[in-house]
């Protein structure tokens, strides 16, 4: 056998150990990440395997299915955590010029950060809807699969460190206040204003299992859906579509689009590439 034979016959082994796996794991645990994009998931995979020294893909999953601790470690491994404050200012930028009018004639609003890794972007919502005089008739729910996400989002704590960065997005943003107002420095950490946490709901939820579970004039979930392969980022655009008020607002990634392609002439994009849709039709 050829050289680029026996790669590829590896490869075609991997996949199936692979998609072996997930199934396990979706059958044992209730995660779902079988539609997830295969590439990221394998690379997700080897990193584990190699920070626990499991040589294969049935020695992790002989570990993790009888491992609870061990999975919840793998879930770690396997949820996307890049984020920040304000994060591509220039969505927030376009939030602020387009939807906020909409959103202010409005009695109350209800607003879903989907998939808030450790809740960032949530209290960047908060303090916006605070800076335009909406944040008292909100109610923003913050969700995420991880419910170590979910814990750590509700602390309302961050690194110091990140603040520096965090700053500078929020100038871009259009924020024009003195952004430590907003939370309190101790010990390295800082810690948001009750003000702010008190008007978020987190809670765990997962994008692949569960359901629609209120009707929201904005949904946010920004670099998410690049992780999924098309028929989940269809299955996900379903369930957004099922939970968007008429006339309401979707917050999608930079690198993201609507998906699939049918939903296109739902919404109408506003902002250049800002990536921030409105329901239409």
């Known amino acids: ?62 570990r993790v299915l009888h491992d609870s601790a061990a999975m919840s470690k793998l879930v770690d491994t396997l949820s996307v955590n890049v984020t920040s404050m304000f994060r591509d200012a220039e969505f927030y930028q376009a939030l ?75 100038i871009r943003a259009g924020g024009h206040r003195d952004f430590s107002e907003y939370y309190s420095a101790k010990y390295g950490q800082v810690i948001f204003k009750k003000f702010l946490s008190e008007k978020i709901s987190f809670a765990q939820h997962n994008l692949v299992t569960d359901q629609s579970f209120n009707e929201f004039h904005v949904i946010l979930c920004r670099n998410v859906m690049i992780y999924f392969n098309k028929k989940l980022q269809e299955h996900v655009m379903h369930l957004f579509n099922d939970s968007i008020a008429p006339l309401g607002f979707l917050g999608l990634g930079v690198k993201e689009a609507i998906f699939p392609t049918s939903f296109r002439k739902l919404y109408s994009e506003h902002g250049d590439g800002t990536r921030l849709f409105q329901l239409v039709n």
Not at 11 to 18: G, K, R, V, Y
Not at 124 to 148: M, N, P, Q, V, W
Not at 151 to 157: N, Y
Request: glycine letters at 6%; charged letters at 25%.
């Open 1 to 62: 056998m050829s050289k680029k034979g026996m790669t590829s016959t590896r490869s075609d082994i991997q996949d199936i150990e692979t998609t072996l796996l997930l199934q396990g794991i979706q059958q044992t645990y209730g995660y779902d990440f079988r539609e997830y994009a295969r590439a990221s998931v394998i690379r997700r995979l080897r990193k584990f395997m190699r920070d626990h020294d499991l040589p294969t893909v049935s020695a992790l999953q002989n």
């Open 96 to 170: 602020r010029k387009h939807a906020i009018p909409r959103l202010q004639t409005y009695p109350y609003l209800r607003l879903w950060v989907a998939g808030c890794s450790t809740g960032e972007e949530a209290y960047s919502l908060a303090i916006l809807l605070h800076e335009e005089g909406l944040l008292e008739k909100s109610r923003i729910y913050a969700t995420d699969f991880s419910d170590k996400n979910v814990q750590r989002a509700k602390s309302g704590i961050v690194a110091l460190k990140s603040m520096k960065t965090n700053t500078q997005n929020y």
